[in-house]
């Protein structure tokens, strides 16, 4: 099994300024998964996050928006970009590799 | 492309009582895995049960099992003896070689005591 930290757990912010999630897990793992639930709904990928490459982003979430660190192999950072209402969501990483782990998500308000 | 569909969007069930939750998934893949999550207010994600498609067998895990049905694409979840505790937002998703994840839009259930 796998620890994942997730940082912050919270947080209300301003439209238009940006905020960067930060996953850290107690063990190394080669691939990462970040996924956004917007309320009521249920979870979907928004990108895997693999040291050492770019991030492989899902259709219809792109880098601009939604830049993805993985510097190495116990850490990733999702940082949401200039942020609308619409952004509000609970956003989830998570590890595998024959299940999925995650973390306890961050509830983001965007006012 | 894969899907995952759970066709209740909600559920309850007296406490003590045995309770299916039912999803099914189109994937034109032949290895996979399939899970059972359960997410509470709390919103931590937690694992109830796996299923390795190549697997006849159903998995069980104490209170919970499956029945697992490869060809009809068919997932369900029983909960037996319900608890209180299994009062919680229910996610079937399914899992490529890749290990990308896919989940179910939920059932939510209300264990009524």
């Known amino acids: 099994s796998a620890v994942i930290s997730q940082k912050p757990s919270r947080d209300i912010c301003q439209r238009g300024t940006s905020l960067t999630i930060q996953c850290q897990v107690d063990s190394q793992v080669t691939m990462m998964f970040w996924y956004r639930q917007q309320p009521g709904q249920s979870l979907t990928l928004i990108a895997t996050?693999?040291?050492?490459?770019?991030?492989?982003?899902e259709s219809g979430f792109v880098i601009d928006k939604f830049p993805i660190s993985r510097p190495n192999l116990t850490f990733s950072t999702l940082t949401v970009s200039n942020m609308s209402p619409e952004d509000s969501s609970i956003y989830l990483c998570?590890?595998?590799?024959?299940?999925?782990?995650f973390g306890q998500g961050t509830r983001l308000t965007v006012v | 492309a894969q899907t995952v569909t759970q066709s209740q969007p909600e559920m309850s069930v007296q406490e003590a009582e045995t309770v299916t939750l039912s999803c099914t998934y189109d994937?034109?893949?032949?290895?996979?895995?399939l899970f059972w999550y359960k997410q509470p207010p709390s919103r931590q994600m937690i694992l109830v049960i796996r299923q390795e498609a190549y697997k006849q067998q159903n998995a069980t895990e104490n209170r919970f099992s499956v029945n697992f049905q490869k060809a009809a694409k068919s997932f369900s979840l029983k909960i037996s003896d319900s608890q209180l505790g299994d009062t919680a937002m229910y996610f079937c998703a399914f899992m490529k070689q890749s290990n990308q994840f896919y989940f179910g839009t939920g059932t939510s259930l209300t264990v009524i005591p």
């Open positions: 996050a693999n040291q050492g490459s770019e991030a492989t982003y």
């Open positions: 998570s590890v595998g590799p024959t299940e999925a782990f």
């Open positions: 994937t034109s893949e032949n290895n996979y895995y």
